[in-house]
């Protein structure tokens, strides 16, 4: 997983989703899960919550 900013600078990377996750995962795990893209508010590390949009991605077809 890679999240970028609005810039498209890499904010967090991550290898894979903790095996449960809390309500800040569930954005992603939609995403991955339905193949389409999802948005959500997400806390990451104790700063302010934030507006994500996440994007289901291919590795096979081309990088993130």
Do not use: C, K
Not at 5 to 13: K, P, S, T, Y
Not at 24 to 42: F, H, K, L, Q, Y
């Amino acid at each position: 997983m890679i999240v970028r900013d609005e810039n498209g600078g890499v904010v967090l990377r991550r290898v894979s989703l903790p095996a449960s996750g809390g309500g800040d995962s569930a954005v992603w795990r939609e995403a991955i899960g339905s193949g389409e893209p999802a948005s959500g508010t997400v806390t990451f590390s104790g700063d302010d919550p934030y507006h994500v949009y996440a994007v289901p991605v291919d590795r096979r077809v081309g990088q993130a």
